[in-house]
């Protein structure tokens, strides 16, 4: 249980991070680059992906990407969905000495780069959106049997991260495991459910932010802990994940994501 104490400490950090600032630093500052929604949604999931390690390393490398989509495409107005479609990556993104399993990121190579391309043009073939394919994806899984007509829509358990993780099966970037925290991939759904934020777009309104689950870090995990939020001895894993997000739903039952602004913010603040 979250001490009262506890709890207004965290209301107080989630109102002092989740501003316009917090875009600055963070690579939440890459959700706003294009202005299309096919386009915000594709570049937002790679952004996603990649944001791993030192800021300063991965950020220019997510940069990198929107200038080579631009310098295909902005003179003719297209954007990053566009880029995938045409596989125009393949041509734009070019390794060191033509050796596609040289390293783009960390332990990702070029080839890597190219097969989650791969899996996000087939995507964009199928429903023509990102959102789009997700939406339908997750719909046509929820059940039916047993449903009156005009019945309200039952609660739908299945994880929407998984759902995504499952999309890629080819794909080293995307996590995968049940037991993952998929941190990255709860990122990316924070920043595409959640509404009214001056940081997440709230795109995908079809999908609730009381389903959401806490994009669980090293930052997040340790500052959980201080505050007796988690045990001394708990994972960086979907198990310790899902138990902080029950501690944030007694704080925000409807929105349990807010509480990343607080945790994380307070993992990073060096003041």
Not at 46 to 70: E, W, Y
Not at 83 to 100: D, F, K, Q, V
Not at 141 to 159: D, I, N, V
Request: net charge positive; charged share 30%.
């Amino acid at each position: 249980m979250v001490t009262l104490e506890v709890n207004d400490f965290l209301k107080k950090l989630a109102e002092k991070y989740e501003t316009k600032d917090f875009l600055l630093e963070d690579p939440s500052r890459f959700l706003r680059y294009y202005e299309r929604t096919t386009d915000r949604e594709v570049f937002a999931f790679v952004t996603a992906m990649l944001s791993f390690g030192n800021r300063k390393q991965f950020i220019p490398k997510i940069q990198k990407l929107a200038d080579l989509c631009d310098e295909w495409g902005k003179a003719k107005g297209l954007g990053f969905a566009a880029w995938i479609m045409s596989g125009a990556y393949r041509t734009s993104l070019l390794p060191p000495e033509g050796n596609a399993e040289k390293k783009f990121y960390r332990f990702y190579s070029y080839n890597d780069m190219y097969v989650l391309f791969d899996d996000l043009q087939q995507i964009l073939r199928i429903s023509g959106s990102f959102g789009r394919f997700f939406r339908e994806s997750w719909e046509d899984m929820r059940p039916t049997e047993g449903r009156e007509p005009g019945a309200t829509e039952p609660e739908f358990a299945y994880p929407l991260d998984r759902l995504i993780s499952e999309s890629f099966p080819s794909s080293a970037i995307v996590s995968k495991g049940k037991n993952s925290a998929n941190k990255r991939i709860q990122m990316f759904l924070r920043w595409m459910v959640r509404r009214n934020s001056p940081v997440d777009l709230g795109l995908w309104t079809w999908y609730s932010p009381k389903k959401l689950i806490i994009p669980l870090d090293v930052h997040v995990l340790q500052e959980s802990i201080k505050l007796g939020l988690l045990p001394a001895n708990a994972k960086a894993d979907r198990k310790t994940a899902l138990m902080l997000t029950e501690r944030m739903k007694e704080i925000w039952p409807e929105d349990p994501c807010r509480g990343d602004f607080a945790l994380f913010g307070l993992g990073v603040d060096k003041d």
